[in-house]
């Protein structure tokens, strides 16, 4: 009975990793077994796939290969490819057979496939829109393909049920199980890397997909140490715990620096060239009416474009510090909750399960009794705040500088859904100074808190009139998203212009 529940045979060893264990079964190592999901979360592999991303298809899917290699706006050699010249939907119409799919056993040829058919489909239905943006003054995307053809969709919605995932091009699909090393002894960095498949074939779109690989490779550390933090707590063992914070502190700061290297590895006028074909379906205007999938239903679709919302770093660090809680109710909110749901299961699964065991354990609580502890835990939240805000100026500088399009790849607003968390976290940062104590605070920690406050404090003023700036460039940012799925309430507060600080986090 319960067998037949799961005729993928990679799907029911998930479940049964899953059942074996009251909590979340953290691959210790590199499996053996070729049907083990690739995105299983692992101390060793992280948010990354445990093998390495299968490069080209066997017989009979080579012609997938083949139309990949002929599609992006630059090819390999340089010279222009299907999509440069808008010959991309007719050719893969003609092109491609319809492709049996159904029975895929080994893990790395189901991603594989499942990555290659999202790339289809994002490359057939935003085509046109990519030619609109390059031609039209306004930098707008006209109109998508509303209808994807079967040859496309059959096989791609049979790839995403077998995975448990979501027939649309996600994170992983673009980044995470998209990447050869050049030098296979050595690390995932971005001089080290290539790309599998493109978008649009230039050294920035390389660059911009590594530097996120590259900060993924240190997820492994971020596992295991989440795990210590959250152990040591439920053991209520101080000294371990404030050495964990220290590690786990060590940790998120290696990964902020890696991310600090998208400046030199992709410029941010190249960002556009590439950027279109991340568009998603729901929240976009180029699709007023979804995207049907041709034999499979006549029902229209919608899904989120491709973001990386859909990386599981920040998420899991959000659940140990119980900052997703803190989040403010409202539509904004619902969407952050939405993007959890598009990322490999198992990544999905020790989300929640993060989240639960942080709050049963009390993690924050735990770290609260102690003044000391605490500055470890705000000096956290600043990590996550500076990732936040290196981000908040990367979209600055990346999108905003470019291209007034009222919507991020992922279906947000543009202007405001990054600063609701960014918000949060600023004025969780400056909220726990109500649990410190001056004078039990070592010298060292004591400096640390007054300008880890002040800092959070001045940059949560600055962005608050940077919100409400833009805002009146940007029309349309507070309005109602009823398609988040879950979201009860109409409309979003429009926010005063002093909300963002005088919000009142939960954490402190
Ligand atoms: C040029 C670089 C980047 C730009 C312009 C950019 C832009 C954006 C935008 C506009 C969003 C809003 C969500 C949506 O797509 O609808 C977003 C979300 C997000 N991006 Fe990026 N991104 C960049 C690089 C990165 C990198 C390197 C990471 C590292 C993993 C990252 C992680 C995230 C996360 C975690 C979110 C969710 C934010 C939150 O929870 O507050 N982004 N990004």
């Not at 960095?189 to 074939?201: T, V, Y």
């Not at 705000?378 to 805000?389: H, I, P």
């Not at 002040?454 to 940007?474: C, F, G, P």
Request: hydrophobic share 35%.
């Amino acid at each position: 009975m319960l067998l037949s529940r799961y005729t993928n045979p990679s799907r029911m060893l998930h479940c049964i990793l899953r059942m074996n264990s009251s909590t979340f079964k953290i691959l210790n190592d590199i499996p053996t077994e070729k049907t083990v999901p690739q995105f299983t979360v692992g101390r060793k592999n992280g948010f990354l796939p445990w093998g390495t991303p299968l490069a080209r298809l066997p017989e009979p899917f080579k012609i997938i290969d083949e139309i990949l290699d002929e599609a992006p706006y630059y090819k390999r050699d340089g010279t222009p490819g299907l999509l440069a010249t808008g010959s991309f939907g007719e050719y893969v119409r003609e092109k491609l057979p319809l492709l049996d799919v159904s029975n895929i056993k080994d893990s790395a040829l189901l991603f594989a496939l499942y990555r290659d058919y999202t790339f289809l489909t994002s490359q057939y239905i935003l085509e046109p829109c990519h030619l609109h943006f390059l031609a039209s003054k306004f930098k707008d995307y006209g109109l998508g393909r509303s209808r994807l053809p079967a040859n496309i969709a059959v096989p791609l919605v049979s790839l995403a049920k077998q995975l448990g995932a979501k027939p649309f091009m996600e994170y992983t699909c673009y980044a995470t199980y998209n990447w050869q090393k050049i030098d296979p002894s050595g690390n995932l960095d971005p001089q080290n890397l290539k790309l599998i498949r493109h978008l649009e074939g230039s050294q920035h779109e390389t660059g911009f997909a590594a530097v996120h690989i590259a900060m993924v490779q240190h997820s492994g550390d971020l596992v295991s140490n989440v795990q210590d933090v959250i152990d040591s707590a439920e053991k209520k063992d101080r000294e371990e715990f404030d050495i964990c914070l220290k590690k786990l502190l060590e940790t998120i700061k290696v990964i902020n620096v890696k991310m600090d290297t998208m400046w030199e590895q992709s410029s941010p006028k190249a960002f556009n060239n590439f950027r279109s074909f991340m568009m998603g379906i729901k929240n976009q205007p180029m699709f007023p009416k979804g995207v049907v999938y041709e034999g499979v239903s006549e029902e229209p679709t919608f899904y989120r474009g491709v973001s990386a919302a859909n990386d599981s770093i920040v998420p899991t660090i959000d659940n140990l510090l119980e900052l997703t809680n803190s989040m403010p109710d409202n539509s904004f909110t619902a969407m952050l909750r939405d993007f959890r749901t598009y990322r490999p299961i198992n990544h999905s699964e020790y989300l929640s399960y993060v989240e639960e065991k942080a709050k049963s354990v009390g993690v924050h609580a735990f770290a609260t009794q102690d003044s000391n502890s605490t500055v470890l835990y705000q000096a956290l939240l600043d990590q996550v705040s500076e990732f936040r805000e290196r981000h908040w100026r990367f979209t600055k500088n990346y999108i905003l500088k470019h291209s007034k399009h009222p919507r991020a790849t992922g279906g947000t607003p543009i202007i405001t859904w990054l600063p609701n968390q960014l918000a949060t976290v600023m004025q969780s940062i400056v909220n726990i100074q109500n649990f410190i104590k001056e004078d039990e605070l070592s010298n060292e920690n004591k400096q640390l808190y007054i300008e880890l406050t002040k800092k959070a404090d001045t940059q949560l003023r600055i962005l608050n009139r940077e919100v409400e700036e833009l805002k009146k460039e940007y029309p349309g940012q507070d309005m109602e998203f009823q398609e988040v799925e879950g979201y009860k309430s109409k409309r979003v507060q429009v926010q005063p212009a002093t909300a963002f600080i005088q919000r009142q986090s939960a954490v402190a």
